[in-house]
Every structure is written in C-alpha cells, then in structure tokens.
C-alpha cells in the first residue's frame, strides 16, 4: 500500500484460541512483520485480556497492544484502573483498552448482566478515565459510588491509554461517541457498517475506530474464500443483525439461517457474493484495496482476524497485505 493510499493503520488479533506453544512467537512475528497494532479478546472461557496484554508488551519491541474488549459487569473499575495503570506505566504509548457491555448470553450466564448496560458503560467509562488521569473519583452513580477514590501518583502513567467502547447498538454508539476516545467494532465491518456507525457516534472531537474482520489470504482467492467460510457460522444469530442490514440482505440471511439445519450448513449455502462482502478473502491485492475501502470510510486501524488452524502461517499471508 503506497504512503499515498495509507489512511490508517493495520493490526492483527490474536486469536484467543492458540496455542500456548505459539502465542509469544505469534506476538513477535506480528511485531516484526510490521503491524501496527496486537488486539488481545477477553472471551468467557479463554484467556484474560490484561494478563494477555502483559505478556504481549513484554515480549515485543515496538507494537501497540489493544485489550478488546473488557466487559464492564465483569470486574471492578478500580482494579481495572488499576491494571490498565500499571501496564500503561511499564509500557509507555503501547497500551488502548476497550471496554463494552459484553455478549448479553455470556454475561447473565456468570450473573453479570446488569438491568441497564448502558448506565453502567456510560459511568464505567468516565471513571476509569478520571482514574487513569490520576483525578480523583467522585462517583455517585447508579452502579458506581466512589467518595474520593484515586490513584496513588506513584502508579499514574505519563501516557494515559485511548478507552475504546466496545459497542454495536445505537445508543451504545452514540454514548461512545460522548465519553470514549473511540469505538471498536466487532466482525463483521463493511464500509456501510462503518458509515451507518459512525451516524450514531456523531464524534464532537478526535475519535479512533478499530475495526476487526475475518481475513484469509492466499494467491487463489476462491481457496481464500472457502478457507474463511466457517467464520461465518455465528452471523445468523440476531446479535449480528446490526452488521448485516446496511448491507441490504439482512431479511434473507435470516431467512436462510432459520431453514438451515445448522450453523455449519448455513455458512455453507451462503451466496458467494454475501459471504465475499462480510469476509476480508482475496488475494493480497484484493485484501489491500478493501481495507483501503475501510479507511475511507472511517476506519483508524483495520484489525485482521487470521482463520487457523496454523495460525503463525495465517500471520506469514495477512502480512502480505502490509
């Protein structure tokens, strides 16, 4: 991508199902193959977002590493400050954290789900910035009550981390618009999704938008395609829905997921031409210009999400898009 096509920047997740034999060396090819940015996923059941960053800014010399995303019924705002401080402090302009309500099924299976997810995003938001400022907290909101809570100075960091909104919902969007430094966007992105988000956002001052996407790679763009396939599986469910209706087929996939057997066979009936525009599947040519669409649209950093199983030769292909 010429300096003139460039319009952001491009990172890579880490997959939150890798094996522990490859997950520092996938950090430190990510890292030398030249991305920009590392997003870690805090998913029930897998590894911790936090611990995960640590291990991550340790082992790398220069990427910039995103917790994506923490959910905030899950843990305390003050030990989360307390976290994000400390591995802001070791690790200086490297660290963005993004906090969301969470998958609704996952946190109520935990007893986590709070009766408004947006109150309770709205105040974990701006507590955790007042704390990561080193200000002090006086909180008397309907989740969070803090009489003077702050951060001993020894711990502030000189370089506070953006907090991203991890969001997909309207109202979600537009409080990420009022209280966080930007939004991150789960899979999958399109540049409708983007435009349609970004209404909703209404941003008043400087906001980031990370953006991640299933991406395959290859020299044969129908293998990329076919390789990618089975990440479509989970898009029939009703949470996705916000992703699919800019796109215009929303009523159909629905339709095709619910006369489908399984999950597994409706990714595979999905219409090549449906699949190709929620999937980033092509040539490295092909992959380039659609993040390129991304970036014009309102993505800051397009976040590629490898298909294993060999994820570290999932990361050799996605880095020919650099």
Not at 141 to 147: A, E, L, N, V
Not at 187 to 196: F, I, K, M
Not at 292 to 304: P, R
Request: proline share 8%; hydrophobic share 45%.
């Amino acid at each position: 991508m010429s300096p003139q096509e460039t319009s952001g920047t491009i990172g890579v997740l880490l997959p939150r199902d890798i094996h522990r034999a490859d997950l520092i060396a996938f950090a430190q090819e990510a890292d030398a193959y030249g991305f920009d940015e590392l997003w870690v996923v805090e998913d029930l059941g897998y590894r911790g977002g936090p611990v995960q960053a640590a291990t991550v800014l340790s082992c790398t010399r220069r990427i910039r590493v995103g917790v994506g995303l923490l959910p905030a019924g899950a843990r305390n705002v003050a030990f989360a400050a307390m976290e994000a401080a400390t591995l802001a402090q070791l690790h200086p302009g490297r660290l963005d954290l993004a906090v969301g309500h969470g998958m609704p099924d996952w946190m109520r299976s935990v007893g986590s789900w709070p009766a408004s997810p947006l109150t309770l995003l709205g105040e974990y938001i701006h507590t955790l910035k007042t704390l990561l400022a080193g200000r002090t907290a006086d909180t008397d909101g309907r989740y969070i009550r803090f009489d003077g809570l702050r951060l001993d100075p020894s711990v502030v960091p000189e370089h506070v981390p953006d907090i991203f909104a991890g969001v997909r919902g309207p109202k979600s969007l537009a409080l990420a618009g009022e209280v966080a430094d930007g939004t991150l966007l789960a899979e999958p992105v399109s540049p409708e999704y983007v435009r349609q988000a970004l209404t909703s956002i209404n941003p008043q001052r400087p906001h980031r938008l990370a953006a991640y996407n299933i991406t395959v790679v290859d020299d044969d763009p129908h293998a990329a395609l076919l390789a990618a396939r089975p990440a479509l599986q989970p898009l029939g469910d009703p949470d996705w829905a916000p992703h699919i209706v800019p796109l215009g087929f929303h009523d159909e996939l629905a339709a095709l997921r619910r006369t489908s057997k399984s999950a597994r066979d409706f990714a595979r009936a999905m219409p090549e031409e449906w699949a190709e525009r929620l999937l980033l599947a092509g040539t490295p040519g092909q992959v380039r210009a659609r993040v390129q669409d991304l970036f014009e649209s309102g993505v800051t950093t397009a976040v590629l999400s490898p298909v294993g199983p060999d994820y570290r030769s999932a990361l050799a292909n996605l880095a020919k898009v650099l």
